[in-house]
């Protein structure tokens, strides 16, 4: 099975910084697909952004242009940086890969437990 463990999180100003990282364990044989979503109150979590193993990339327009996502194949470990943060970017902020778990399983979704950021004006 597959554990992912965020960090990262935490409260700025507009306009500022944050640098997520998200980092899988656990018992498996691949992770092919891992990505960011987020959650505001009251709103339906939705997908900020995406990185296959080939490093194919996909964003939010919201956060196109502000938003970076990398990973460390060899450390199984995603990264968010987000920059000229706004107010409207407060979520919580869950990790998400798609692994699979021998070599003849199918691939499974697998979340984080969310991390907080918080934009304020």
Do not use: H
């Not at 952004?49 to 990973?71: E, H, P, W």
């Not at 407060?90 to 950021?117: E, F, I, K, M, N």
């Amino acid at each position: 099975q597959v554990q992912l463990v965020e960090s990262g999180g935490g409260s700025v100003q507009n306009g500022g910084s944050l640098r997520l990282s998200c980092a899988a364990s656990g018992s498996f044989f691949s992770i092919n697909y891992m990505g960011w979503y987020r959650q505001a109150p009251g709103k339906q979590r939705e997908k900020v952004a995406g990185m296959d193993n080939g490093g194919l990339t996909n964003y939010l327009d919201s956060v196109k242009g502000r938003f970076t996502i990398s990973r460390d194949n060899a450390k199984n470990t995603v990264y968010l940086q987000m920059n000229s943060l706004k107010p409207e970017d407060t979520a919580v902020y869950y990790c998400y890969c798609v692994g699979t778990v021998t070599r003849s399983s199918l691939p499974s979704d697998t979340w984080g437990q969310g991390t907080q950021v918080t934009v304020s004006s």
